[in-house]
């Protein structure tokens, strides 16, 4: 009867433990295109499927910011690294068992800096959505700005090419 009980105690407790994990490792930490200014955890549920949690990046609260670099150093190998996002679940990632394809966008996260030239390439999707919004008064003005347009879209296209969806993993 105590060995019964003793297994039905072990088997609830892992799948606490299972349930508690999973949905808090990062399987898939993006940043998702054009602008990079939403984060993507990807995550497990209890039964293996995949979660999708979209944060905006100012909401993640830098886990390397104010500490030395040897307590980064102990921090980045550690075999599960917690990352806090205000008003959501804290989150593991693992630096050391995991494939890292952005280094510097990581570190751009962890540390709380971001690249200002994303935010000049949001800056200038914006103003081109105003542009397109706003409408032409002239022939002059409407093929000066389907040029714009164009010139913009090609960059964009460019600048996506290497990720194979929507998104560029970190």
């Known amino acids: 009867m105590a060995a019964a009980v003793a297994i039905l105690v072990g088997c609830v407790v892992t799948s ?3 349930w508690f994990y999973s949905g808090r490792f990062v399987g898939e930490l993006s940043l998702l295109l054009p602008e990079r200014r939403i984060a993507r955890f990807s995550v497990l549920d209890f039964w293996g499927n995949r ?3 979209d944060v905006p990046v100012e909401r993640i609260e830098p886990p390397f910011k104010g500490h030395s670099v040897a307590e980064v150093r102990e921090l ?5 690294m917690p990352i806090n ?3 959501e679940r804290q989150f593991y990632i693992s630096v050391r068992h995991g494939k890292l394809l952005q280094k510097d966008a990581l570190q751009k996260v962890c540390y709380g800096s971001w690249l200002p030239e994303l935010d000049a390439s949001a800056q200038q999707a914006r103003q081109q959505e105003a542009l397109e919004q706003e409408g032409t008064v002239g022939q002059e003005g409407a093929s000066r700005q389907e040029g714009t347009v164009a010139q913009e879209g090609s960059t964009n296209q460019l600048n996506s090419t290497p990720a194979p969806s929507d998104h560029a993993g970190l």
């Open 16 to 18: 606490y433990c299972v």
């Open 51 to 53: 979660q999708d949690v």
């Open 85 to 87: 996002v205000s008003g």
């Open 76 to 80: 980045a190998g550690s075999t599960l």
